[in-house]
């Protein structure tokens, strides 16, 4: 019997995670909440506002490959530093056994930076979302869009989650890294394509993925470009290559001040 790829391990856990949520929160307990969630904003129209290139700025603690990266890093105050340096968006991780994160880091994030009006950065729940419940969690907790990974999820499941998404009024992100997960996205009408440089599978980094995969989608998708970006000179590689955003995690939890840092990526 083949070993578990690690997207398989997290997708397992997720099912866990899940089943336990709805234990603690029935998923009418979230729905009542829905009225008073915080607005969102439409997360497409903010990242073409940034042309010709938006960035998304990772609030990341952990991951399966790096381990532990931030452990310390307070949500609020990096979606504060991200704003500041220009980022139009930003990614928070929600799992918690691999990533360390929480729907209240995420919840952090959005009440900092809803002090910044109209013109404040997304917020993107980066999960493993496999089930409506997510979807609520994610618009009861203040988020703008969510990820939908094509990797974890059958056709329909896919096509209900991104229908389920934009009833709460979120345009997903929906991830790739190969050439029939992009058919798969593009079949199911998404409107942003995640190109993952990192295979999930393995977690392993070929920034060639984006160059190779990104003319599958039809004109008018917005394109962005994820993982393995730590500098300028790629930013601006995946600009050339048809990218109108690029995500980035790791780059801006380590290192210099992640205001300058998103400068620096944003060439300002």
Wanted: aromatic share 4%.
């Amino acid at each position: 019997m083949a070993e578990r790829t690690i997207l398989e391990a997290i997708v397992a856990q997720r099912v866990q995670d899940v089943r336990a949520a709805k234990a603690r929160h029935p998923a009418d307990v979230l729905r009542a909440k829905l009225d008073d969630a915080p607005r969102p904003i439409d997360f497409v129209a903010r990242l073409r506002a940034a042309a010709p290139m938006a960035l998304i700025a990772e609030v990341k603690r952990a991951s399966p490959s790096k381990g532990d990266i931030a452990l310390d890093a307070k949500a609020a105050e990096r979606a504060l530093q991200y704003a500041g340096g220009g980022a139009a968006a930003i990614s928070v991780l929600t799992e918690p056994t691999w990533f360390k994160g929480t729907l209240d880091d995420m919840l952090a994030a959005r009440q900092a930076v809803d002090a910044l009006g109209d013109a404040r950065p997304a917020i993107l729940r980066k999960d493993f979302l496999i089930d409506d419940y997510q979807v609520l969690e994610a618009r009861a907790f203040g988020a703008d869009a969510v990820l939908l990974i094509v990797a974890c999820l059958s056709q329909s499941a896919l096509t209900g989650l991104l229908a389920r998404s934009r009833s709460l009024g979120m345009e997903p992100l929906v991830e790739v890294n190969n050439a029939g997960e992009m058919e798969r996205a593009v079949k199911a009408g998404a409107r942003v394509i995640g190109i993952n440089n990192r295979d999930l599978r393995s977690f392993t980094v070929d920034l060639g993925t984006t160059d190779r995969l990104a003319a599958g989608a039809p004109e008018g998708t917005l394109i962005a470009a994820l993982s393995g970006i730590s500098s300028r000179d790629d930013v601006t590689r995946f600009q050339a290559a048809g990218a109108g955003a690029v995500l980035v995690g790791e780059a801006l939890m380590t290192g210099i001040e992640p205001a300058t840092k998103v400068r620096e990526l944003l060439g300002r």
